[in-house]
């Protein structure tokens, strides 16, 4: 295939962190289409703010083509690829000559941005009527979900059931007993090395068996054990042999698909060694952004931007106020890290980013 200059047909598939902000920085550029399951792009770590105050999912929830305003967007999920096109789910074969995979985590969530607001509003009405509340797995989203409920509904009897003998397996054990500290300082009940059968709960319940024997009473309960990677669908396609063991794309260090001229892969869904963050899936997204230019104008003689992967840094917040931050040498928790993250978690931010309002929300 001759790719120089010739072709401008990008497909991004996945409208997450990183395909959201490829795509916006690529759409006049190139004949550019974005595949994402649903119509909208949805900042991750501000949705349990959203279930304790629906109106914050206003800005945090974005019609792709808000910010997409030169590209074609289609709502289904991508089931397969070839060298040439992109097959939906709905049975559309879309044709590319550069390909970007962003499909990071997937989730069971409305299509429509109305339907996604509707439903944070009925979690909203779920914990307002509950006076108990089991959350299960404590992960970022469970410990998030827990500070938020523990700072807005004080009252609530809430209990944290988490599988690991820590929480926040993914950053330091510093931070995750600083974290633990936090949420017991606000009454919230932690168990540790404990599980609750999936199997046996549904909403009607209000009686939950733990591993442990234990007999655990709630009102409502809310699974946070971890979105599912991405990569399932890409297992039966030709890109099945560049998955590494934990179904990651493994990539080069211009973040093409390795051996491959033409497939791109950001964000959550590579096998880059470091932390996966939102933060650096926009790095990612920026520098695949800068290689596809190169790629389309035929300057691919010049050399392509190459990421190298970042120490690690993430914030996880403890309601309004709070967080725990783990830094390369340190870990900190309290007010200092909340004022970086926890007030807007940063929306205003990410809006800017995609050339949005930081504030206002247009109809
Ligand atoms: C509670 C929590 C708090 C966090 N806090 C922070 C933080 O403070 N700072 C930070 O930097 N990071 C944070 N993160 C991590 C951050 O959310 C991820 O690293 C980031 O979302 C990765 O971006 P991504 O684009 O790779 O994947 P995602 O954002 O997961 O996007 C993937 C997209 O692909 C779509 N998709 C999946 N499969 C398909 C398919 N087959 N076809 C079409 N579309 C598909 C999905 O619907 C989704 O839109 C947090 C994560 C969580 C869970």
């Known amino acids: 295939m001759d790719l120089g200059g010739q072709g401008r047909r990008v497909v991004v598939i996945g409208g997450g962190v990183a395909g959201s902000l490829l795509a916006k920085s690529i759409q006049f550029h190139s004949d550019l289409t974005l ?35 030169n590209a074609r967007v289609v709502a289904s999920s991508a089931i397969n690829i070839t060298e040439t096109e992109v097959l939906t789910a709905e049975g559309r074969l879309i044709g590319y000559d550069y390909l970007v995979i962003a499909t990071g985590h997937t989730e069971s969530v409305p299509k429509t941005r109305a339907e996604r607001l509707n439903q944070y509003q009925a979690e909203c009405e779920k914990i307002n009527s509950a006076r108990s509340i089991l959350i299960v797995g404590g992960g970022p989203t469970g410990v998030e979900l827990a500070g938020e409920i523990a700072v807005d509904f004080p009252d609530k009897l809430l209990t944290l059931v988490h599988n690991g003998s820590r929480l926040l397996e993914f950053i330091g054990l510093k931070a995750a007993d600083k974290t633990l500290n936090w949420l017991t300082s606000k009454k919230v009940e932690v168990k540790l090395e404990q599980s609750v059968s999936l199997n046996d709960i549904s ?57 491959r001229k033409n497939i791109f892969a950001i964000g959550d869904i590579t096998d880059i060694p470091e932390i996966k963050q939102g933060y650096l899936a926009q790095k990612h997204a920026l520098v695949a952004a800068k290689n596809l230019k190169l790629l389309m104008t035929g300057e691919e003689g010049r050399k392509l931007e190459i990421y190298r992967p970042s120490s690690i840094k993430a914030i996880v917040s403890l309601g309004r106020r709070d967080a725990v931050a783990q830094l390369p040498f340190t870990t900190v928790c309290g007010s200092v890290p909340g004022m970086i993250k926890s007030r807007d978690l940063f929306v205003g931010k990410t809006r800017k980013k995609l050339g949005l309002d930081p504030h206002t929300v247009l109809d």
């Open 35 to 69: 595949i994402d399951e649903k119509e909208y792009f949805e900042i991750p770590w501000a949705s349990l703010r959203a279930m304790v105050e629906p109106p914050f999912g206003e800005r945090s929830v974005i019609n792709h083509k808000d910010y997409l305003t």
């Open 203 to 259: 909403d009607g319940g209000k009686v939950f068996q733990t591993s442990g024997g234990e007999s655990l009473k709630a009102d409502c309960h809310f699974v946070c054990t971890g979105r599912p990677l991405g990569s399932t669908w890409l297992k039966g396609t030709l890109l099945k042999s560049s998955l590494d063991n934990r179904g990651r794309l493994m990539v080069d260090e211009n973040l093409r698909v390795k051996g």
